[in-house]
């Protein structure tokens, strides 16, 4: 019959004698455990927590961009430095096209409008243009003498534009795999740029510390943005406002600003980054903007009043953003593993995305608006159930 210490038993207390002594055994200090120990095994089984409820583990390196096809929700393409491109889909592990032919990293990948292309850019200076429904390469792009640094597509047309560590900018036809033009005049690599939503201008970042705004049908350069009221280092990334008034630059400097593509005019600057702005994106609901930087911050802007409505601390840099379709949450990738969501209204983190084990590179969002797929230096992409967020 088992008792208790509470029973009402008396209990003598038992001394040993030397007599009683069978062995003696040396233990080492450093073989017996301690709490700091068990608290470290505790924290990394807390870090294995993986939230995604997909993983893509095709490439065998690090991975650095990811686009959703915008047609279709389970379509996602991928490119890494392991020279490779991939399309996949959400859900269907046993699926995967392999983007093959590039002879260095893949650094863009970018969907047509209609979703029946995907590009590659790579920093062989190639792009591989590829048809998404039958599975083949449809034209290889080349011209640029260094890397592809990003990639677009014309907002109505099949009209490849890409930028490059040559300093050049680079147009082409997909349908007819023809060369259309180049644009010449940045002194140094050409980091960012894109299509204005209506198609008729194109705006580039470069290396240089200058915003060039650019006739795509005669090559003319409008505008030069640089100088004193601007940027003072290279610039890292460029929205522009659906209206195709205005397009937003973030630079290595901390700083942000808003210029007038119809005037070459910087019409306000927004200071609060103290490193480098690495990412940036417009509202697609609200008159608001969102930056992300090397400072540890998102910062949520008030454009109409040139004012920041909240900053968003993290816990390491924030290397890539995307609003969450029309709602007002915007997710950051970090550069501690880490894809936080965040409330624009409140500047409260609502939710943390764990999974990856090294720094996030980038964000898509699925045209449904129901998944968040992220790439990171651990060699995968992971997909996030981001529903109740719409």
Same mark, same amino acid.
């Given at each position: 019959m088992s008792t208790t210490a509470n029973d009402g038993e008396d209990h003598?207390?038992?001394?040993?004698?030397?007599?009683?002594?069978?062995?003696?055994?040396?233990?080492?200090?450093?073989?017996?455990p301690d709490a700091d120990s068990d608290a470290d095994a505790d924290a990394e089984a807390f870090d294995e927590a993986d939230d995604s409820m997909h993983i893509f583990t095709g490439h065998t390196g690090e991975l650095y961009t990811v686009a959703c096809s915008p047609t279709d929700a389970q379509m996602v393409a991928t490119?890494?430095?392991?020279?490779?491109?991939?399309?996949?889909?959400?859900?269907?592990?046993?699926?995967?096209?392999?983007?093959?032919g590039h002879?260095?990293?893949? %650094?863009?990948?970018?969907?047509?409008?209609?979703?029946?292309?995907?590009?590659?850019?790579?920093?062989?200076?190639?792009?591989?243009?590829?048809?998404?429904?039958?599975?083949?390469?449809?034209?290889?792009?080349?011209?640029?003498?260094?890397? @592809?640094?990003?990639? #677009?597509?014309?907002?109505?047309?099949?009209?490849?534009?890409?930028?490059?560590?040559?300093?050049?900018?680079?147009?082409?036809?997909?349908?007819?795999?023809?060369?259309?033009?180049?644009? %010449?005049?940045?002194?140094?690599?050409?980091t960012c740029g894109d299509f204005t939503p209506d198609g008729k201008t194109i705006c580039t970042g470069s290396d240089d510390a200058s915003l060039r705004i650019w006739n795509p049908k005669t090559g003319e350069n409008i505008h030069v943005v640089k100088?004193?009221?601007?940027?003072?280092?290279?610039?890292?990334?460029?929205?522009i406002s659906a209206d195709s008034s205005l397009v937003l630059t973030g630079s290595?400097?901390?700083s942000v600003h808003i210029v007038n593509i119809a005037t070459g005019k910087v019409v306000s600057s927004l200071a609060s980054h103290t490193e480098s702005v690495e990412c940036i994106a417009l509202s697609?609901?609200?008159?608001?903007?969102?930056?992300?930087?090397?400072?540890?911050?998102?910062?949520?802007?008030?454009l109409q009043h040139?004012?920041? #409505?909240?900053?968003?601390?993290?816990?390491?840099?924030?290397?890539?953003l995307t609003w969450l379709g029309g709602s007002r949450y915007v997710a950051t990738g970090c550069v501690d593993g880490r894809v936080r969501i965040w409330d624009s209204l409140s500047g409260e983190c609502v939710k943390t995305l764990r999974g990856h084990t090294?720094? @996030?590179?980038?964000?898509?969002?699925?045209?449904?608006?129901? #998944?968040?797929?992220?790439?990171a230096l651990d060699e995968t992409a992971r997909v996030f159930e981001i529903d109740e967020f719409r």
């Open positions: 003598e207390e038992v001394y040993l004698e030397e007599d009683d002594i069978i062995d003696e055994i040396n233990v080492d200090e450093e073989d017996l490119g890494g430095g392991d020279d490779k491109g991939f399309l996949w889909k959400i859900g269907q592990g046993d699926w995967a096209l392999e983007l093959q002879k260095d990293s893949v %650094s863009c990948v970018a969907f047509s409008y209609d979703g029946q292309l995907v590009a590659s850019g790579g920093f062989d200076g190639v792009i591989q243009v590829w048809d998404v429904s039958l599975g083949t390469l449809k034209c290889t792009l080349d011209g640029p003498r260094a890397g @592809i640094e990003w990639v #677009r597509w014309h907002p109505r047309g099949h009209i490849v534009l890409a930028g490059s560590e040559d300093s050049t900018v680079w147009m082409w036809n997909a349908d007819r795999c023809a060369y259309l033009m180049s644009f %010449s005049g940045h002194s140094s690599s050409v100088g004193h009221f601007y940027h003072a280092d290279g610039l890292t990334c460029l929205t290595k400097d901390g697609p609901s609200t008159p608001w903007a969102a930056t992300g930087g090397m400072d540890q911050k998102l910062i949520i802007w008030d040139s004012l920041a #409505r909240c900053t968003c601390e993290h816990e390491d840099g924030v290397a890539c090294g720094p @996030i590179q980038s964000l898509a969002v699925s045209p449904d608006g129901t #998944r968040l797929v992220s790439v």
